[in-house]
């Protein structure tokens, strides 16, 4: 099995937003996107 915590922790979104103009989102938004997807396939 392969652990997130055993890779190489040296990770860059540099090329990401140099190429493709990505920009990382908040925890928080991310994590209230979270709650609401699953509250919505509960109902």
């Given amino acids: 099995m392969w652990l997130?915590?055993?890779s190489?922790?040296?990770i860059s979104h540099a090329k990401a937003t140099r190429e493709l103009g990505?920009?990382?989102r908040?925890?928080?938004e991310?994590?209230?996107d979270?709650?609401?997807w699953?509250?919505?396939k509960k109902k």
């Fill in 8 to 10: 190489n922790s040296n």
């Fill in 30 to 32: 991310s994590l209230k």
């Fill in 34 to 36: 979270t709650v609401k």
């Fill in 22 to 24: 990505y920009s990382p």
């Fill in 26 to 28: 908040s925890l928080y």
């Fill in 4 to 6: 997130v915590t055993g």
């Fill in 38 to 40: 699953f509250l919505d």
